[in-house]
Antibody
Framework: QMTLKESGPTLVKPTQTLTLTCSFSGFSISTPGVGVAWVRQPPGKALEWLTL???????RHSSSLKNRLQISTDTSKNHVVLTMTNMDPVDTATYYCARALLYDSRGSYVRAFDIWGQGTVVTVSP | IVLTQSPGTLSLSPGERATLSCRTS???????LAWYQQKPGQAPRLLIYGTSTRATGIPDRFSGSGSGTDFTLTITRLEPEDFALYYCQQYGTSSSPHSTFGPGTRVNIK
């Protein structure tokens, strides 16, 4: 069974740096075609894609947030870490990590986020 | 690439057909368009990828179609569990590698 789970602080102060960890199991980010993405959702608003990292270490960032974002995997490659600097109250949201599947084991293109974590709520407040 | 979804809200009764639209600001390849369902307090769930391929476990009352800049999600006979929020997503192409989501369409019980 493939699962992902987000963890990190629930409250950060403005200007601080947010660090969230996505712990996953049941799949490997070393498998060709596999990546992990971060998506956030402010209260009552739409989904916003933030960033993703692929099996080959290719990284993509949202153009509007690229100067504030970092994404990395740890040495075990069972965790993906998101760092977002200079947090502001407008960054208050539920943050999700998801498996980004570029193509499946048969080589057929998928290009979607097929498995999602439950999300973690982050509030930015003094 | 900006995605626009219409209508913003759809009020229908169980058993009716739902047609949700997603329009992209630039041409998107058919392999780059996906649809998700989200219920209150839950994470999104992948319904459709590659414009028309149902994800694992998705019932066949859900179908996707379209090309170019106009895409559609159709739910042929609404079940009570289908009343939810629906998002389209363009995954990001080699020339425009940033993924984006639409603003969503809410399907309400009439």
């Amino acid at each position: 069974q493939m699962t992902l789970k987000e963890s990190g602080p629930t409250l950060v102060k403005p200007t601080q740096t947010l660090t969230l960890t996505c712990s996953f199991s049941g799949f490997s980010i070393s498998t060709p075609g596999v990546g992990v993405a971060w998506v956030r959702q402010p209260p009552g608003k739409a989904l916003e894609w933030l960033t993703l990292i692929y099996w080959d270490d290719e990284i993509r960032h949202s153009s509007s947030l690229k100067n504030r974002l970092q994404i990395s995997t740890d040495t075990s490659k069972n965790h993906v870490v998101l760092t977002m600097t200079n947090m502001d109250p407008v960054d208050t949201a539920t943050y999700y990590c998801a498996r980004a599947l570029l193509y499946d084991s048969r080589g057929s293109y998928v290009r979607a986020f097929d498995i999602w974590g439950q999300g973690t709520v982050v509030t930015v407040s003094p | 690439i900006v995605l626009t979804q219409s209508p913003g809200t759809l009020s229908l009764s169980p058993g009716e057909r739902a047609t949700l639209s997603c329009r992209t600001s630039q041409t998107v390849g058919n392999n780059y368009l996906a649809w998700y369902q989200q219920k209150p307090g839950q994470a999104p769930r992948l319904l459709i990828y590659g414009t028309s391929t149902r994800a694992t476990g998705i019932p066949d009352r859900f179908s996707g179609s379209g090309s170019g800049t106009d895409f559609t999600l159709t739910i042929t006979r609404l079940e009570p569990e289908d009343f939810a929020l629906y998002y389209c997503q363009q995954y990001g192409t080699s020339s425009s590698p940033h993924s984006t989501f639409g603003p969503g369409t809410r399907v309400n019980i009439k």
